[in-house]
């Protein structure tokens, strides 16, 4: 394994950390480093009020320098290692100050990969990562293999690493801005599995190619005794070209499949049934059974913010799917439901084609209401598709505004449901605080609305 740096004793070491991020990352290589003694500077362009409910899982964490609001180059000269979020660019002028002065760089989940002794299942993909991850974190949960959920889904490992024993299991989602540092490891789990394939984070990503070079990493270093699970159904994942043996899922691999994997699925939508095939098969390559994919199936339960049902009142049923950041997710959410869907829909502008979204919702959807940066594209795109029948509303200002809005275009029967199809960052902390505020929005109307007929 190549390492990012070329010591493992990090006491006394000036180590900066750069983004704290709003998932654990930061956290996590924060409490990590502290705990070994490095000399930890935490540096971020965010003001430490709008860090404050991070900041608050480190207050016991003694002797780190934080600088909040802005960065200082000497913290990038001087340092013995520095370890960046994910999201930050890999061209920011900082990093390539750090580069020149030969000062190593990682990241969280770097660190992790170098510092754990278990065997990684792994999970990416445009859309479906996070629950196909939990499904296949469920499953090997029946086997009496101890198993470790985290990465991207949105908890650190890496403060835990020591815990981690050989003969344990590691379960991770990883973006594209994880895989991209994780090509540097020259590493790819033992199973991975990718749900799907399509344009994202090309606000990131220089190019569409690039976007897919990164997440082709999880399969770039498999070898012979390692497996790759793909998707049949998707053209561009099918051909993507892996060492290790392969095995198919989705609607042109069914017949290979032998277990009634669409009995055992409890979520709506046929999406749901194509994420529990790709971890049936990623579980199945690690040992698990039949009857440990069917109670592990039978016993998932939603994740927060992914079409979850938040409650109902007056005949409306409210369901938060936050986590649905792309065009695609959304479309998918969209088509889990037959009865009329009221949506909530927009957010902040990734730089991808929002018109196969905007048909679906102009066909599909009831109403909309449109919020974040790409509210007026999507009206324009929606109010371009001939014949339809949904209702789309001007740009709304703010998040209030939308929700009253869509409720006010419900009857009877209907679904409220927000499935953005785009990423939060304009009006929301992260998906997770927009979901929720919907779901707050959501009980609140419905405590108001509890004694109407349902």
Known sequence: MKPDHDFRDYRGRRVTVMGLGAFGGGVGAVRFLAARGALLTV???????????TLDELRDIPNVQYRLGGHDAADFTTAALIVVNPAVPREHSLLE???????????EMNLFWQHNPAPILAVTGSNG???????????L???NVKTWLGGNIGQSLLPDVDQIRPHDVVVLELSSFQLTDLDRLRVSPRVSVVTNFSANHLDWHPSLDHYRWAKQALLRYQTANDVAVLNADDADVRAWPTRGMTRFFGEDARSGIDWPIADWVTLPGRHNIANAQAAALAASAWGATAEHIA?????????????????AAAGRRFYNDSLATT??????????????VVLLAGGYD?????????????????????????????????????EHGCVASEPLPDFATAFAWAVNHTSLGDVVLLSPGCASYDWFRNFADR?????AAAQEWMAAHIAFPT
Do not use: C, W
């Open 129 to 139: 990562k996070s629950t196909t991850t939990a499904m296949l974190h469920n499953i």
């Open 97 to 107: 100050l750090a580069r020149q002065s030969h000062v190593p760089l990682t990241s």
């Open 141 to 143: 949960r029946q086997t």
């Open 327 to 340: 065009p695609e997710s959304a479309i998918v959410g969209l088509e889990a439901f037959s009865d009329p």
């Open 435 to 439: 979901g929720d505020q919907f779901t």
């Open 43 to 53: 540096t971020d362009q965010r003001t430490d009020a709008a860090l404050s409910a």
């Open 350 to 386: 990734k730089h991808v084609d929002l018109t196969a979204m905007a048909t679906a919702i102009a066909q599909k959807a009831k109403a909309v209401a449109l919020m974040g940066t790409t509210a007026a594209a999507l009206q324009s795109l929606i109010e371009a598709v001939p």
């Open 295 to 311: 109670r592990g199936l039978r016993t998932y339960q939603a994740l927060p913010h992914r079409l979850q049902f938040i409650g």
